[in-house]
């Protein structure tokens, strides 16, 4: 898919260093210029698409109609958006400001796995301070990695355990997988916190035993971490956000409890069923926001938290 290609009239393009693009809005760019069908398939190819210039004032409503245009979304909350910020007494890692493991959205979720994340930027961090998103294109990893160290990763079988709501929930997954709906392989992980490091609620993450487990965490740190593989986003006021959960991992930068962030997200799953190796372009579905009308808009407040992955 050629970005310029897709790119909507009264929109600019820049390609990211070292992946992913970024739409610049126009003068007269509204967000309905996009359309679905042509930011999946742009997605498929990039794994991480970048709107700049579009209001912060952009309303829940509206962005929940253009996040649910992608695919149907999963809910964490009473409705599509989640806020995404810093809580006075959090209750997990996701609600804190400082260090968060490496990792994808859903890694703890029977079948709630998002194909896409979709954020939008309402309050914004001043960069010097940290509060950045820090993206890993998996599949520049894998192609960067030496035939031997693929296939002892190949080979990994990772156990993770994870406090949620009172209960530690267990996962055995393999470190390389295929990507669902486009089959290419990617690294499904969330990265140990390192010693010294104090999070509420940490996952514990165990190598098959036989493994030299502190080097196979160390060298998959460093070319996670790698500047040729990891594009940082700095937020600015009304960005957002689309990331291809399946083949990019995450985390953010820590930044001061008390400066004010707020990003909201949308996660989706594409509905149709996943195969391997499904050509490009196949299989999504839009599901109507005013399906999911929510419970804050009749004055109720949401009780439910969501886990960070
Ligand atoms: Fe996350």
Not at 148 to 166: F, K, N, Q, S
Not at 268 to 294: C, D, I, L, M, W
């Amino acid at each position: 898919m050629n970005a310029q290609a897709s790119t909507p009239a009264g929109w600019g393009t820049e390609r990211q260093s070292p992946f992913g693009v970024r739409f610049l809005a126009g003068p007269t760019a509204v967000l309905a210029d996009l359309e679905p069908r042509a930011v999946l398939d742009l997605i498929a190819v990039e794994h991480l698409l970048i709107l700049r210039g579009l209001p912060a004032s952009l309303s829940v409503e509206e962005f929940e109609a253009f996040g649910c245009g992608l695919g149907e979304p999963i809910l964490w909350s009473d409705r599509p958006a989640f806020d995404v910020q810093a809580h006075p007494e959090p209750e997990d890692h996701l609600f804190e400001s400082g260090f968060m493991p490496m990792h994808f959205d859903g890694i703890y979720s029977d079948d709630h796995t998002p194909d896409l994340q979709i954020f939008h930027c309402v309050q914004a961090v001043d960069p010097a301070l940290g509060g950045a998103t820090l993206f890993c294109d998996t599949t520049l990893v894998l192609a960067d990695a030496a035939p031997e160290t693929r296939a002892l990763w190949g080979d990994l079988i990772v156990h993770y355990e994870r406090p949620i709501a009172g209960h530690t929930v267990t996962r055995d997954l393999p470190l390389i997988t295929r990507h669902p709906h486009h089959g290419h392989h990617t690294i499904r992980y969330s990265e140990p916190v390192p010693a010294g490091v104090t999070i509420i609620n940490p996952p514990r993450v165990t190598l098959p035993d036989g493994h030299h487990a502190e080097t196979i965490t160390a060298d998959l740190h460093e070319a996670i971490h790698d500047p040729r593989h990891l594009y940082t986003h700095h937020w600015q006021p009304g960005d957002i956000a689309i990331a291809d959960n399946r083949t990019l991992l995450h985390t953010r930068q820590p930044y001061p409890a008390d400066a004010p962030r707020l990003l909201r997200r949308i996660t989706t799953r594409h509905t149709a069923k996943p195969h391997p190796n499904r050509p490009r372009g196949q299989g999504h579905a839009a599901v109507p926001p005013e399906k999911y009308r929510s419970p804050l808009q009749d004055g109720q407040a949401s009780t439910r938290t969501a886990p960070s992955g």
